[in-house]
């Protein structure tokens, strides 16, 4: 059962064009959403992370934006460049848990 | 400050040899986990670890097993290689559980 459902697989945008990836999560127990950027070759990373106690948080050009009610969360990339080309990741944990539970990915690629 | 190192880089086993996986952090981060990623299957968690001497399975531990003697090492022991398990490997710490992990750059296992 796959607890986190990120969509889409793969995105292609063009440059300075607004990328959104989405993710679903079955788990109401969650209390930690975070987003991670991987690079080819690299290890993820984190990018942003937010939690249900706000319905927005924004670094830079990231934007998370966080529906508790439809159990839903997506990344917002502003004014996308050809290096925010990567494969990104949403995730989600319960209080007290070691366990990360991870989306499959979407890959984005930003056309120059 | 080297963050979390991973080694080898990569490595080619026959099916049904051994090996170990390394991973350790300078972080003195109290969990420890170790993902393999797939293609379309995004991180899957095989085992992880709370602490030195504390270890648990993950969502797919058939086939690996973990120890962890000391804060900063954790390694990932297959115990008899098959081709099912050929993937890339990432080693990932953090300080808070089930929170902002760190990940190590990966290995990848090519089992024939």
């Known amino acids: 059962q796959q607890q986190v459902k990120q969509s889409p697989q793969s995105l292609i945008v063009q440059k300075g064009g607004i990328s959104i990836i989405n993710c679903a999560y079955e788990?109401?127990?969650?209390?930690?959403f975070p987003w991670y950027q991987q690079f080819p070759g690299k290890g993820p990373a984190l990018l942003i992370a937010?939690?249900?106690?706000?319905s927005e948080k924004k670094e830079g050009r990231f934007t998370i934006s966080f529906n508790k009610s439809a159990k839903q969360f997506s990344l917002h990339i502003m004014d996308s460049q050809p290096g925010d080309s990567a494969t990104y990741f949403c995730?989600?944990?319960?209080?007290?848990?070691?366990?990360?539970?991870f989306g499959k990915g979407t890959k984005l690629t930003v056309n120059p | 400050n080297a963050g979390v190192t991973q080694t080898p880089k990569f490595q080619v086993l026959k099916t049904g040899q051994s090996m170990t996986l390394q991973c350790a952090q300078d972080?003195?981060?109290?969990?420890m986990s170790w993902y393999r990623q797939d293609p379309g299957m995004g991180l899957r968690l095989i085992h992880y670890?709370?602490?030195?001497?504390?270890?648990d399975q993950g969502e797919v531990p058939n086939g690996y097993n973990v120890s962890r003697s000391t804060t900063e090492d954790f390694p990932l022991r297959l115990l008899s290689a098959a081709p099912s398990q050929t993937s890339v490997y990432f080693c990932?710490?953090?300080?808070?559980?089930?929170?902002?992990?760190?990940f190590g750059p990966g290995t990848r296992l090519l089992v024939l």
């Open positions: 995730a989600a944990s319960k209080g007290g848990s070691e366990k990360l539970v």
């Open positions: 937010i939690r249900p106690d706000v």
């Open positions: 972080m003195n981060h109290e969990y």
């Open positions: 670890s709370v602490g030195a001497g504390i270890t």
């Open positions: 788990n109401t127990a969650f209390d930690y």
């Open positions: 990932a710490s953090s300080w808070v559980r089930g929170e902002t992990q760190y």
